[in-house]
């Protein structure tokens, strides 16, 4: 199975900041990156696939790089919905993997 | 809009067989792909396996011994079944539509999730 690992496991931030979340695999997966964010309660969302592709509905403020092993989801401008967890995962092949997941909490 | 909802018994006995099904509205199960997800507190966020609408299935090899998926088209449903539970099968479910297929480039993700079933193994 690809491991994938994230960092930080957790941070504090406020409403405006640009918060950056990084994802690593275990080995090469080219750019079959996709990352979600999940809500106690709600259904989870996808935001970017693909690595950088934005989902349709997702605010322009989410974005995605990376390619290869190391991977970034950046909020330009935190606000205050966006308080939630953050998975990556990876699509290169079977079984898909999911990271442990970020929480980003308010400051 | 498409919803899709988890529903089933929330506990089930140790070495029984959980089942869930899963209710698609406001769209159609074909031409799509769909998998079934749990997120539990030891294991974070585990993809269980996808059955496309014409039946073909890939599961997750850790799991492989013990599951089933399938699909009923009549009645815009999934379902799964996992026997032989144990407490570490306590988890949430979730069901997704995929969208995936084989090829080359294609990116597979899960771009619709139901809010989830949480199901715990206990006597």
């Known amino acids: 199975d690809v491991q994938m690992t994230q960092s930080p496991s957790s941070l504090s931030a406020s409403v405006g900041d640009r918060v950056t979340i990084t994802c690593r695999a275990g080995r090469i997966i080219d750019n079959y990156l996709n990352w979600y964010q999940l809500k106690p309660g709600t259904a989870p969302k996808l935001l970017i696939y693909g690595a950088s592709s934005l989902q349709s509905g997702v605010p322009s403020r989410f974005s995605g790089s990376g390619s290869g092993t190391d991977f970034t989801l950046t909020i330009s401008s935190l606000q205050l919905e966006d308080f939630a967890t953050y998975h990556c995962q990876q699509s290169y092949t079977p079984p898909f993997t999911f990271g442990p997941g970020t929480k980003v909490e308010i400051k | 809009q498409v919803q899709l909802q988890e529903s089933g018994p929330r506990l089930v006995k140790p070495s029984e067989t959980l089942s869930l099904i899963c209710s698609v509205s406001?769209?159609?199960?074909?031409?799509?792909?769909w998998s079934w997800i749990r997120q539990s507190p030891g294991k974070g966020l585990e993809w269980i396996g996808f059955?496309?609408?014409?039946?073909?299935?890939n599961y997750n090899p850790s799991l492989q011994s013990r599951v089933t998926m399938s699909v009923d088209t009549s009645k815009n449903q999934l379902s799964l079944t996992l026997k032989s539970v144990t407490a570490a099968d306590t988890a949430v479910y979730f069901c997704?539509?995929?969208?995936?297929?084989?090829?080359?480039?294609?990116?597979?993700?899960?771009?619709?999730w139901g809010r989830g079933s949480l199901i715990t193994v206990s006597s």
């Open positions: 406001g769209g159609s199960i074909s031409p799509y792909y």
């Open positions: 059955i496309h609408y014409t039946g073909t299935t």
């Open positions: 997704t539509r995929d969208h995936g297929g084989y090829g080359a480039n294609v990116v597979w993700y899960f771009d619709l």
